[in-house]
C-alpha cells in the first residue's frame, strides 16, 4: 500500500520560510509526477507545484519566485522549500504522486502551514 506522510508545517512569521517534506512507502522513481497542493478554508484545493521524474516543474502563478519544488530519488522524499511566506500562503498542504504505471493518484494527509501577519 503507497502512503505519503507530509512534514514541517508550523506556524511562521510573514516573511519567513518553512520546508516541506513528503516522504513515500515505496521508491519514488514509481510516480512520473509528484507535487504540493494547499487547501485554504473555505476554499478549493489548487495545486501549488509540481515536479516530473524528469525534473520538470511547473508552479501556480502565486507561488513562483517563492516557493521551490525537489524531488530526492535516494530519500524516497519530495520536499517544497517555501520562502517569503505570505498571510494567504496559510493552509492545508498536501502531496499528491502519480503512479507511473497506473495513473492512479496518491495523497497525502496534509500538513498545516499557518503564516501570522
Known amino acids: 500500500q503507497v502512503q505519503l506522510m507530509e512534514s514541517g508545517g508550523g506556524l511562521v512569521q510573514a516573511g519567513g520560510s518553512l520546508r516541506l517534506s513528503c516522504a513515500a512507502s515505496?521508491?519514488?522513481?514509481?510516480?512520473?509526477?509528484m507535487g504540493w497542493y494547499r487547501q485554504a478554508s473555505g476554499n478549493q484545493r489548487e495545486m501549488v507545484a509540481t515536479?516530473?521524474?524528469?525534473?520538470?516543474?511547473n508552479y501556480a502563478d502565486s507561488v513562483n519566485g517563492r516557493f521551490a519544488i525537489s524531488r530526492d530519488n535516494a530519500k524516497n522524499t519530495a520536499f517544497l522549500q517555501m520562502n517569503s511566506l505570505k498571510p494567504e500562503d496559510t493552509a492545508v498542504y498536501f502531496c499528491?504522486?502519480?503512479?507511473?504505471?497506473?495513473?492512479?493518484?496518491?495523497w497525502g494527509k496534509g500538513t498545516l502551514v499557518t503564516v501570522s501577519s
Open positions: 499528491k504522486a502519480q503512479s507511473r504505471i497506473t495513473g492512479m493518484d496518491y
Open positions: 515505496i521508491s519514488i522513481s514509481r510516480f512520473n509526477v
Open positions: 515536479v516530473t521524474s524528469g525534473g520538470s516543474t
